[in-house]
Protein backbone atom coordinates (compact mmCIF):
# COMPACT_ATOMS: atom_id res chain seq x y z
CA UNK A 1 0.00 0.00 0.00
CA UNK A 2 1.81 2.82 -1.25
CA UNK A 3 1.23 6.51 0.51
CA UNK A 4 1.76 8.15 -2.73
CA UNK A 5 -1.91 7.78 -4.17
CA UNK A 6 -2.62 7.70 -8.28
CA UNK A 7 -6.00 7.21 -10.36
CA UNK A 8 -5.29 3.17 -11.58
CA UNK A 9 -6.17 4.57 -15.46
CA UNK A 10 -6.37 7.56 -17.78
CA UNK A 11 -7.31 7.34 -21.04
CA UNK A 12 -7.54 9.88 -24.24
CA UNK A 13 -7.71 10.02 -28.09
CA UNK A 14 -4.61 11.07 -30.09
CA UNK A 15 -3.88 14.94 -29.84
CA UNK A 16 -5.69 15.14 -26.31
CA UNK A 17 -4.85 16.26 -23.09
CA UNK A 18 -4.27 13.79 -19.89
CA UNK A 19 -3.82 14.57 -16.51
CA UNK A 20 -2.24 12.45 -13.99
CA UNK A 21 -3.03 13.24 -10.46
CA UNK A 22 -0.42 11.94 -7.44
CA UNK A 23 -1.93 12.52 -3.84
CA UNK A 24 0.25 12.47 -0.65
CA UNK A 25 0.93 13.98 2.50
CA UNK A 26 2.65 16.37 4.42
CA UNK A 27 5.48 14.05 4.88
CA UNK A 28 6.51 13.45 1.21
CA UNK A 29 4.74 15.69 -2.00
CA UNK A 30 4.60 17.93 0.93
CA UNK A 31 7.97 19.26 2.19
CA UNK A 32 9.95 17.24 -1.20
CA UNK A 33 10.13 17.18 -5.20
CA UNK A 34 8.49 14.71 -6.72
CA UNK A 35 9.59 12.96 -9.67
CA UNK A 36 7.82 11.10 -12.77
CA UNK A 37 8.89 7.74 -14.72
CA UNK A 38 7.00 6.09 -17.66
CA UNK A 39 7.24 2.19 -17.70
CA UNK A 40 6.28 -0.50 -19.94
CA UNK A 41 5.99 -3.80 -17.66
CA UNK A 42 9.50 -6.05 -18.99
CA UNK A 43 11.57 -2.27 -19.45
CA UNK A 44 13.62 0.26 -17.97
CA UNK A 45 11.58 3.16 -16.51
CA UNK A 46 12.04 6.09 -17.98
CA UNK A 47 12.91 8.97 -16.16
CA UNK A 48 10.38 12.32 -17.32
CA UNK A 49 10.29 14.59 -14.21
CA UNK A 50 12.10 15.81 -11.87
CA UNK A 51 12.07 18.63 -9.30
CA UNK A 52 8.25 18.76 -9.55
CA UNK A 53 8.58 20.58 -12.81
CA UNK A 54 11.90 19.86 -15.07
CA UNK A 55 12.32 17.61 -17.87
CA UNK A 56 15.62 15.73 -18.24
CA UNK A 57 17.03 16.19 -21.89
CA UNK A 58 15.35 14.29 -24.37
CA UNK A 59 11.51 13.77 -22.45
CA UNK A 60 9.51 15.59 -25.12
CA UNK A 61 8.14 19.09 -23.84
CA UNK A 62 4.42 17.28 -24.54
CA UNK A 63 5.23 15.84 -20.61
CA UNK A 64 4.67 18.55 -17.88
CA UNK A 65 5.02 18.37 -14.40
CA UNK A 66 3.52 20.59 -11.72
CA UNK A 67 3.40 20.62 -7.97
CA UNK A 68 0.55 22.15 -5.78
CA UNK A 69 1.07 21.69 -1.94
CA UNK A 70 0.15 17.97 -1.14
CA UNK A 71 -0.35 16.93 -4.33
CA UNK A 72 1.58 16.89 -7.98
CA UNK A 73 0.13 16.17 -11.39
CA UNK A 74 1.98 15.03 -14.85
CA UNK A 75 0.37 16.22 -18.03
CA UNK A 76 0.54 14.40 -21.21
CA UNK A 77 -0.20 16.84 -24.04
CA UNK A 78 -0.95 16.30 -27.97
CA UNK A 79 -0.80 12.65 -26.67
CA UNK A 80 0.72 10.06 -29.18
CA UNK A 81 0.31 6.21 -29.00
CA UNK A 82 3.89 5.38 -28.02
CA UNK A 83 2.97 7.37 -24.93
CA UNK A 84 0.65 3.94 -23.72
CA UNK A 85 2.02 3.10 -20.88
CA UNK A 86 2.11 3.36 -16.99
CA UNK A 87 3.31 6.31 -15.17
CA UNK A 88 4.12 6.50 -11.54
CA UNK A 89 5.10 9.55 -9.10
CA UNK A 90 7.86 8.96 -6.69
CA UNK A 91 9.76 11.21 -3.55
CA UNK A 92 11.21 11.23 -0.51
CA UNK A 93 9.42 10.08 2.54
CA UNK A 94 10.91 11.76 6.00
CA UNK A 95 8.74 9.54 8.18
CA UNK A 96 9.33 6.35 6.35
CA UNK A 97 13.62 7.22 5.56
CA UNK A 98 12.66 6.00 2.21
CA UNK A 99 11.40 6.89 -1.14
CA UNK A 100 8.03 5.87 -2.21
CA UNK A 101 6.51 5.05 -5.39
CA UNK A 102 2.44 6.33 -6.64
CA UNK A 103 0.49 3.63 -6.79
CA UNK A 104 0.59 3.77 -10.98
CA UNK A 105 -1.46 4.93 -13.22
CA UNK A 106 -2.51 3.40 -16.67
CA UNK A 107 -2.92 5.58 -19.15
CA UNK A 108 -4.62 4.11 -22.84
CA UNK A 109 -4.67 5.98 -26.14
CA UNK A 110 -8.09 5.10 -27.34
CA UNK B 1 25.95 5.97 -23.41
CA UNK B 2 25.54 4.99 -19.89
CA UNK B 3 24.30 1.63 -19.48
CA UNK B 4 23.14 -0.49 -16.28
CA UNK B 5 23.18 -4.33 -16.75
CA UNK B 6 21.55 -6.65 -14.39
CA UNK B 7 22.09 -10.06 -13.60
CA UNK B 8 21.73 -13.19 -10.34
CA UNK B 9 18.47 -13.65 -10.43
CA UNK B 10 16.78 -16.58 -10.74
CA UNK B 11 14.28 -19.22 -9.37
CA UNK B 12 15.26 -20.16 -5.26
CA UNK B 13 13.63 -21.55 -3.04
CA UNK B 14 11.55 -19.83 0.24
CA UNK B 15 14.02 -19.05 2.44
CA UNK B 16 17.03 -18.94 0.16
CA UNK B 17 19.54 -16.22 -0.94
CA UNK B 18 20.61 -14.65 -3.81
CA UNK B 19 22.82 -11.59 -4.81
CA UNK B 20 22.07 -9.48 -7.89
CA UNK B 21 24.58 -7.34 -9.61
CA UNK B 22 24.09 -4.43 -11.43
CA UNK B 23 27.18 -3.65 -13.96
CA UNK B 24 27.79 0.30 -14.77
CA UNK B 25 29.48 2.09 -17.68
CA UNK B 26 29.47 5.50 -19.52
CA UNK B 27 29.09 7.37 -16.21
CA UNK B 28 31.92 8.05 -12.72
CA UNK B 29 30.35 5.03 -10.89
CA UNK B 30 31.37 6.84 -7.36
CA UNK B 31 29.67 10.17 -8.62
CA UNK B 32 25.93 8.69 -8.06
CA UNK B 33 23.85 7.92 -6.01
CA UNK B 34 22.37 4.44 -6.73
CA UNK B 35 19.30 1.99 -6.41
CA UNK B 36 17.02 -0.78 -7.22
CA UNK B 37 13.04 -1.18 -7.70
CA UNK B 38 11.35 -3.62 -8.20
CA UNK B 39 8.12 -4.90 -9.93
CA UNK B 40 6.18 -7.42 -8.59
CA UNK B 41 4.05 -9.32 -11.25
CA UNK B 42 0.61 -7.45 -11.84
CA UNK B 43 1.99 -5.11 -9.22
CA UNK B 44 3.57 -1.47 -9.87
CA UNK B 45 6.70 -0.40 -9.26
CA UNK B 46 8.34 -0.50 -5.81
CA UNK B 47 11.33 1.31 -4.03
CA UNK B 48 13.27 -1.17 -2.05
CA UNK B 49 16.71 0.37 -1.65
CA UNK B 50 19.43 3.36 -2.22
CA UNK B 51 23.20 3.97 -1.30
CA UNK B 52 25.34 6.89 -1.69
CA UNK B 53 28.07 7.35 -3.91
CA UNK B 54 30.56 6.54 -1.27
CA UNK B 55 28.50 3.99 -0.29
CA UNK B 56 28.51 4.98 3.23
CA UNK B 57 24.65 5.57 3.36
CA UNK B 58 22.49 3.28 2.63
CA UNK B 59 18.39 3.02 3.00
CA UNK B 60 15.98 0.40 3.12
CA UNK B 61 11.93 0.16 2.67
CA UNK B 62 10.48 -1.73 5.56
CA UNK B 63 9.57 -4.42 3.32
CA UNK B 64 13.23 -5.51 2.81
CA UNK B 65 14.87 -4.36 6.00
CA UNK B 66 16.67 -6.52 7.43
CA UNK B 67 16.61 -8.94 4.84
CA UNK B 68 18.31 -7.38 2.19
CA UNK B 69 21.90 -5.58 1.84
CA UNK B 70 22.84 -3.22 -0.75
CA UNK B 71 26.47 -2.34 -1.52
CA UNK B 72 28.76 -1.35 -4.21
CA UNK B 73 32.39 -1.91 -5.31
CA UNK B 74 33.45 1.63 -7.08
CA UNK B 75 36.63 0.11 -8.21
CA UNK B 76 34.36 -2.41 -10.59
CA UNK B 77 31.50 0.04 -11.08
CA UNK B 78 29.23 -2.47 -9.70
CA UNK B 79 26.27 -2.59 -7.57
CA UNK B 80 25.14 -5.52 -5.18
CA UNK B 81 21.87 -6.59 -3.73
CA UNK B 82 21.91 -8.93 -1.24
CA UNK B 83 18.88 -10.88 -0.65
CA UNK B 84 18.50 -13.40 2.15
CA UNK B 85 15.72 -15.01 3.67
CA UNK B 86 13.58 -14.64 0.33
CA UNK B 87 10.07 -14.85 0.42
CA UNK B 88 7.45 -15.91 -2.11
CA UNK B 89 6.42 -12.10 -1.82
CA UNK B 90 9.96 -11.04 -3.18
CA UNK B 91 8.84 -12.43 -6.69
CA UNK B 92 9.55 -9.72 -9.26
CA UNK B 93 11.52 -8.13 -11.92
CA UNK B 94 14.79 -6.44 -9.70
CA UNK B 95 16.00 -2.88 -11.68
CA UNK B 96 19.06 -1.05 -10.87
CA UNK B 97 19.32 2.74 -11.30
CA UNK B 98 21.53 5.85 -11.31
CA UNK B 99 19.62 8.71 -9.47
CA UNK B 100 17.59 9.29 -11.31
CA UNK B 101 17.63 9.17 -14.81
CA UNK B 102 18.86 5.66 -16.33
CA UNK B 103 17.55 2.12 -15.38
CA UNK B 104 18.59 -0.99 -16.35
CA UNK B 105 15.90 -3.48 -17.79
CA UNK B 106 15.71 -5.73 -14.65
CA UNK B 107 16.54 -9.48 -13.88
CA UNK B 108 13.85 -11.89 -12.49
CA UNK B 109 13.64 -13.60 -9.13
CA UNK B 110 11.14 -16.10 -8.64
CA UNK B 111 11.06 -17.17 -4.97
CA UNK B 112 9.03 -20.78 -5.17
CA UNK B 113 9.44 -24.43 -3.80
Known sequence: QSVLTQPPSASGTPGQR???SCSGSSSNIGRKPVRWFQHLPGTAPKFLIYNNTQRPSGVPDRFSGSKSGTSASLAISGLQSEDEADYYCAAWDDNLNGHVFGTGTKV??? | ???LVESGGGLVQPGGSLRLSCAA?????SDSGMSWVRQAPGKGLEWISSITGSGDGTYYADSVKGRFTVFR???KNTLFLQMNSLRADDTAIYHCGKHWDCWGRGTLVTVSS
Not at chain 2, 25 to 29: K, Y
Request: proline share 0%.
Open chain 1, 108 to 110: TVL
Open chain 2, 73 to 75: DNS
Open chain 2, 25 to 29: SGFTF
Open chain 1, 18 to 20: VTI
Open chain 2, 1 to 3: EVQ
